[in-house]
């Protein structure tokens, strides 16, 4: 028979002989074919997280099984299993991923899941695989939430779904196509109980702390060398997303800071400041309120305008005025910002940081050092110094490029300054508050992104990795902060129309092939672009980004006030709602068809005479019906014939023609009828 | 009877099926009389070869040609008497005579005359000696009836009387060629609705959905039963159809067509065809 199990064709010696598998207990093909399928569908998301190897287990695995069921192959043999599994835990040690790191549980999770499909034998074994494929569809989460892939696993969902739907149907049933209808059938059942349950099902923090994944994520980092940013435009990943209320600011003004660089160090600068403002700001005046959306950046820096403040209850501002967040962000976060109006008398800046933020390395880039000097003395005020550097950048032939010459050594700044002349936004930036610090002056660098593109289809701005952007902030005793940025003096036109205006052609040829359609030099490729962006930015606003903060706010705006009756309520009285409208459905679909209005006039007459005992049968016409039912109760001929008459006309005589007067007249005869006999049988 | 008339005027053919002397011969000599159209009667046995029912071509000597040689199946009505008893071979030389109404012999295509009915008899074939009809040859059956005992009160009259083959010779023809083919125009006429079409339906959906059923009514099935019903209705003297028509030909029209999936040797039909009858709701 071919749908039967491998075990019959090679029984294994070792354990249980083919004979006492029954067949009851065995794995139908359909339910192999549909379980590999949908094995392979589960693995094939985590290439991108794990390592290859655990693939080839997956391939390896699925051949051995293949040959089991065509009878060329045993079931392994227990040293081999024992061997199988031993190397795959030596495997992950040696990947290296750290010993409790979420690669390392998932690794081991896959390539126990691909070996149990050579050790299944029998119904039990299959079920266990079955709920493995559920929970690794559900641990791809852990790495990634984007639209595609949700919907992606929505398909592997229902492939290990069949799989299971086959399990339970019988052998005869040995296509795969009746199956899946099925699984795809009741995912769609599933549907609203999922939705009333994803709206009101308390977010919960979690029992245990889940180990989260490696931090290979492209994005700023708390330390920048020169360079650093410019390799930040090779990639078009999303940063974020913004939302703002009100009118866009132009690009000029979209300054997004997420990190302030105060100290140098070996050449290079680090953001150390994770203090909270102690004093935090007074509510001022409202200025531009907005909600980013912050793609996983595995890190807990925030992306804010200057002077803003979020009431968010995991976000805190610092002292150096960035918002940051309690934990790492590792899935999109959501948070709502309001920026505010410059304040009016800026707050004094302590000793410990003044002196912070003018240390410099007394023995690297002299003459930049010497420049500085002479510059204050020159210029006086901080303000004009910061002018005569920005009109010296602007009058000098300085360049700005994407792959500018390396400076080597401690006096790299020198190098860029005074020799190379050419360098992406952080060697200005960085040059520039080299200058400042050694005329004693406290400045310091600032990494965020700059601009960003808006998509019109949602009106929401997108913050891409190549925006990324460095920029300098001095302290002047008047004016607090202030924000310098040198490259507007090289390139005006990156400040003010992004970054492919201010690229030369060479630098945009580098640039890979996506980002440079998304920069827009092709219409079509970036306009379905944007449009693909759209979409992932409503799922990331109405799904990803529906967190606790969210759910509290839906919740209170819906039962008022929030406690653990009302949500129990909500949920019980939702949940029935959800469950209502699918067995409303079910049965809308199973309701019998009487297309003919006579016959179902006659039907409703009919099932009502059934409660008093007039039962009809099947095979009973209408008028057979009535006369034995008038027969029954000793009505006479002229009682009942003329129903039975029309009855016979309007159902069975299509020469006659009738419209809806004499489907009233039949319905009334009818209703007379049923009157009678109800009166009839109570008495 | 009525049921073997009804038959007759819906154009189909005829297969009477019971006990030996059960009167089946009898009847269809008496509806051949009765209908007086031309009449041949095949006997057939387990030696009969197609060309003794279709004809055959012989030399002529004085043409110095073939000629072909009608058999007896070239007459308006054909009795085919104990048909279970000849050969598969002999029986499917009807086949075609009997759905296209034409026979096809030694490369000629030749018509039968008009109308065409072939009246057939059998015993059941559990009687030793048979062989059981395809079921190609049963479905152009439009009906298949039995005869059964009569009641006592027609036996008596039986038993009175002498031999009824007298009666036979005495029987005048009620109808001539013209009024047949005007009573089977007739029959076309009767009207059916839109609801009787889908009862219909719903019993043919039923013999194919069925877990009793081994197979389904075929279309030509559902054809029969609905013009056996027509006919049925004209002799009701009723211009339209009406279920308890279709429900009075219906054992006759589908029994020989339907198995038992649990018994394919062909004996549950009767069974079945209540089966429909009483699970098929005449409401829709």
Known sequence: MASADATVRAPDAETAPAAAVGVAHQIPRNTLALLMVGQTAVILPYLQQLSIWIVAVGLFCGMWRTNIYLGRWDYPKRWVKAVLVAACIAGVALTGVGAFSLEAMASLLVSMFALKLIEMKNRRDAYVVIFLGYFAIAIQFLFEQQLLLALYQVGSFILVTAAMVSLNQLQVAARPLPSLKLAALLAAQAIPLTLVMFLLFPRMAPLWTVPLPGSSVTGLSDSVRPGDVANLTQSDELAFRVVVNGPMPPPSQRYWRGLVYSDFEDGGWKARERRRARDYPLPRSTDLEYEVLLEPTMQTWLYALEHSTSVHSNVYLTLDGRLESSDPIMSVFRYRAVRHDKPDSPAPISEQIRIRETTIDPEANPRLQALGRALIAEHGTPMAMTREILNRIRREPYAYTLSPPTYPGRDAFDGFWFEGRSGFCEHYASAYVYLMRSAGIPARLVGGYLGGEVNELSGHLMVRQYDAHAWAEFYDPELGWFRVDPTAAVAPQRVERGLSAALSSADLASLPLLSSARIGNWDLAGSVLRWMDSVEHRWNLWVVGYDSNVQYRLLGDLLGEVNAARIGIAILIGGGLGLGVVALVIFWGRRPVHRHPVERAFRGFSEALAAYGYVRRPEESPAAFVRRVADEVGLKEAQVGPLIAELDTLLYNPGVAWGGRELRALRSQLRRLQFRLAFGTTR | ?284
């Open chain 2, 1 to 284: 009877m009525k049921l073997a008339l009804a038959c007759l005027l819906a154009r189909g053919h005829l297969l009477i099926e019971d006990l030996p002397g059960m009167g089946k011969t009898l009847l269809s000599h008496a509806l051949a009389r009765v209908l007086g159209l031309t009449y041949n009667r095949i006997q057939f046995t387990s030696d009969v070869l197609p060309s003794d029912i279709i004809g055959t071509a012989i030399f002529d000597r004085e043409r110095g040609d073939f000629r072909f040689i009608e058999g007896p199946l070239f007459a308006q009505v054909v009795l085919a008497d104990e048909i279970n008893r000849a050969t598969p071979k002999s029986q499917s030389a009807l086949l075609e005579a009997m759905e296209e109404r034409q026979v096809t012999a030694e490369g000629v295509t030749r018509p039968l005359p008009e109308p065409f009915f072939v009246i057939a008899t059998q015993n059941p074939s559990t009687q030793t000696g048979t062989f059981p009809l395809p079921e190609s040859q049963l479905d152009r059956f439009l009906m298949r009836i039995e005869l059964g005992y009569p009641d006592p009160e027609a036996e008596r009259e039986l038993l009175r009387g002498g031999d009824r083959r007298q009666v036979l010779g005495r029987i005048e023809p009620v109808l001539d060629l013209e009024g047949l083919s005007h009573l089977q125009a007739l029959v076309d006429e009767i009207k059916v609705s839109e609801p009787l079409i889908e009862y219909v339906q719903r019993l043919v959906a039923y013999s194919r959905r069925g877990a009793d059923f081994a197979f389904g009514l075929s279309p030509r099935g559902s054809l029969a039963l609905l013009q056996s019903a027509r006919a049925w209705a004209l002799l009701q003297d009723r211009s339209h159809v009406v279920p308890e028509d279709v429900q009075a030909v219906l054992p006759g029209v589908v029994e020989h067509r339907l198995r038992e999936a649990a018994d394919y040797t062909g004996h549950g039909g009767g069974a079945l065809a209540q089966k429909l009858l009483t699970s098929v709701d005449v409401v829709g």
